[in-house]
């Protein structure tokens, strides 16, 4: 996950250095190419929103497991 963040607001554009299949299809590489003139601007925010949210859904993932936890419900 580090190393995509770091690919995403690192550089100019993301797909520059990645394959269709590092990426999963020819479909996002092309989409990375047309979007590339607009990428610094827009890569920061996107970055932060994904970011964001991963950090949101790990931070209630692991409440609910402390939950469980608590009620002597283990990890399983």
Not at 45 to 61: F, I, K, M, R
């Amino acid at each position: 996950m580090q190393r995509i963040y770091h690919s995403f607001t690192d550089r100019a554009n993301p797909a520059e250095a990645s394959s269709a299949a590092e990426l999963g299809n020819k479909h996002v590489v092309d989409a990375f190419d047309e979007f590339a003139s607009n990428w610094k601007i827009h890569r920061k925010d996107l970055a932060e929103q994904s970011y964001d949210t991963v950090d949101s859904e790990l931070a209630a993932a692991l409440r609910r497991q402390d939950a469980k936890a608590k009620q002597g419900k283990g990890t399983k």
